[in-house]
């Protein structure tokens, strides 16, 4: 995790491939105009997403949680060629921001971000996705899992992110949104429709395969 040895995930960082232009762009955009540039996903972590897409070569994806476009980007680079990648944002602020950064990339054409409610747009998209990434309210992840894993095609990935919650989910005494992370791992854990690995990634990514 970054927040555990710094030195370490800067290592990490030299040796690992640059990001894209466009990523540094939405980087330093999301620095000046954001109030939590924490959120962004980053270079490692957007590298992972990459891997993992370019792994699975998807015709759709599906993002909750849009930000400012820097996971959209880099879940897109492994898109099959006739791929596209749905993206949802609740802030209309950052939806707006997003789309302006994402439209001066090359998957632009391949990218459709919807803003408004996760909850209520997923019942209403087709099904068939092979790649999902969960970053939004954690409050919601629970439920969106509920909703995706019907939509997902048999060996689809299912991600989600911030798992760990800086390692206040391994603490006796958790706060309320703490409790809720750790319910929603218990949750995904004995799921019989998925099988999961929980990673110690930046501040935890579980990667789960729908069955």
Known sequence: MQ???????????????????ILNEIERATHLHTLSPRMLSGHIQGLFLSM??????????????????????????????????????YDPENAAMAEALISKSEFADHIRLMAGDAKTIIPELEDGFDLVFIDADKEGYA???????????????ILADNVLWSGKVTEPDMDKKTAIIDGFNKKVHTDPRVET???????????????
Do not use: Q, W
């Not at 927040?3 to 290592?11: H, P, Q, R, W």
């Not at 699975?56 to 880099?74: Q, V």
């Not at 930046?202 to 069955?211: A, E, F, K, P, T």
């Open 3 to 21: 927040d555990i040895n710094k030195a370490l995930y800067e290592y990490c960082e030299a040796h690992s491939s640059p990001p894209l232009a």
């Open 52 to 89: 993992i897409s370019m792994m699975k070569a998807p015709r759709k994806i599906l993002e909750i949680g849009t930000f400012t476009g820097y996971s959209a980007i880099c879940l897109a680079r492994g898109l099959a060629k006739d791929g596209i990648l749905y993206t949802l944002e």
């Open 143 to 157: 439920k969106y899992f509920d909703l995706v894993v019907p939509k997902c095609n048999s060996g689809a990935f």
């Open 197 to 211: 690995v929980v990673l110690p990634l930046r501040d935890g990514i579980s990667l789960m395969r729908v069955l």
